[in-house]
């Protein structure tokens, strides 16, 4: 028999086909994302996690391109770990709803009531708690740019317009620039404090300003790095009902794998973002590492004194070489550079990972280092010097 079939039977067969495929297609369409998430694009996230897994040869990986503590957490984190998976096995068990001992310790720490207090899956929940709690589609939200980005997504998606605000000088902050650009039917305003990646800061004496002048805009106040040297707004939640301060323990806790967060907002606030808060979105092993690690706040005060001179011992250190570096209020500097990527490929040959953020029209040719230990900034400069002298970069000193 022949195996070869006549020209008609093709033809029926890729016809028929033909019509099948485009059957499925037109299923498939009839699933679209929300309108205002179809003008979004999937976030792609650059992360060295890969690289540094799967490369596990060479010296000791420095991953100074996420803002992550890059120390282990409080030592007694580990043991209330432990000791909570080695007791019943509550891990079938939905987690504690009113988050008891870590909102206790919580208020402790910040100076408020727990009923000024929402524990969250990391600050990023905070950021779509405001946005779904507040914005309507068309809302307008004010926010100094370039910023952390994440709550541009949870605002865009629910059809929020977005008003981005530039200052003359990307790191110097200009109150008048912000207050300007205000307007009452300003929804919200996200103000990173100090911001990622510029590191430009307010005063509390500052956001009180704004707050005065605009009661009726929800002033979002992302404090990720208050713990390494600036002033809190927390203070100011008990006075202004239009004031919500996110924080988290991401950074200067080192717990940026339990994703843990929580804002501070009067308790009407706090009620409002009830209505949409997933009361067990937080871990139970994240609510255990989160209040052991407030059991130890001298634990990471003496990291953040270590961030601290190693900011002074980067800059020092870079400038000495004919490079342009800014300091931050945070735990990262910013480095000018002749080309990033090549930077970028140059230093992960040398095992050091870091961001580049000229992505940000703004800050052309920068690349961000987070900073660690002092032992491990002295290792990165090493690193950095060799890499970039051979790039021809470095000034002869
Ligand atoms: C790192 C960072 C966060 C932290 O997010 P988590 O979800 O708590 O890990 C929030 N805001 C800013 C500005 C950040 O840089």
């Not at 990646?197 to 009180?208: D, K, Q, S, W």
Request: net charge neutral; glycine share 6%.
């Amino acid at each position: 028999m022949s195996t070869q079939s006549s020209p008609f039977v093709v033809a029926a067969t890729v016809a028929a086909r033909k019509k099948a495929e485009s059957i499925e297609k037109m299923k498939a369409d009839l699933i679209l994302p929300a309108r205002a998430v179809r003008r979004l694009r999937p976030y792609d996230p650059v992360s060295s996690l890969d690289k540094i897994v799967h490369n596990g040869e060479g010296p000791e990986p420095l991953k100074l391109d996420w803002n992550e503590s890059t120390m282990p957490p409080a030592p007694g984190v580990r043991e209330a770990l432990t000791k909570f998976l080695s007791a019943t096995p509550r891990l079938n068990w939905y987690p504690p709803l009113a988050a008891g001992p870590l909102l206790q310790r919580l208020g402790d720490y910040t100076g408020l009531t727990s009923s000024s207090i929402l524990v969250t899956n990391g600050s990023d929940d905070c950021l779509n708690l405001v946005c779904t709690t507040y914005l309507d589609e068309g809302d307008r939200v004010l926010v100094p740019y370039p910023t952390y980005t994440h709550l541009l997504v949870f605002a865009g998606a629910r059809g929020a317009h977005i008003d981005p605000v530039a200052y003359d000088d990307p790191f110097k902050g200009e109150l008048k620039a912000i207050m300007g650009a205000m307007t009452p039917a300003t929804r919200l305003l996200y103000l990173v404090n100090p911001n990622n990646p510029t590191g430009v800061l307010y005063t509390p004496a500052e956001v009180r300003k704004i707050l005065n002048a605009y009661p009726g805009t929800v002033v979002v106040v992302d404090e990720a790095y208050h713990e390494f040297g600036s002033q809190t707004c927390a203070p100011l939640v008990d006075e202004y009902p239009n004031l919500v301060v996110i924080r988290t323990f991401s950074k200067s806790f080192g717990l940026a794998g339990m994703r843990v967060g929580y804002l501070l907002a009067q308790p009407s606030r706090i009620q409002d973002m009830r209505r949409v808060h997933n009361p067990k979105s937080v871990n139970v092993m994240g609510l255990v590492a989160a209040a052991a690690a407030l059991d130890d706040i001298p634990h990471m005060q003496r990291y953040v004194a270590q961030v601290t001179q190693s900011k002074e011992l980067a800059c020092k250190e870079l400038s000495l070489s004919g490079l342009e570096v800014v300091n931050t209020p945070a735990n990262w500097v910013l480095l000018r550079v002749p080309c990033p990527s090549v930077a970028i490929e140059a230093l992960e040959k040398e095992r050091v990972f870091v961001r580049d953020r000229s992505v940000f029209p703004q800050l052309y040719g920068f690349i961000r280092i987070t900073l660690g230990t002092i032992e491990q900034t002295n290792e990165l400069l090493v690193r950095l010097k060799r890499a970039f002298s051979e790039l021809g970069w470095l000034q002869e000193g």
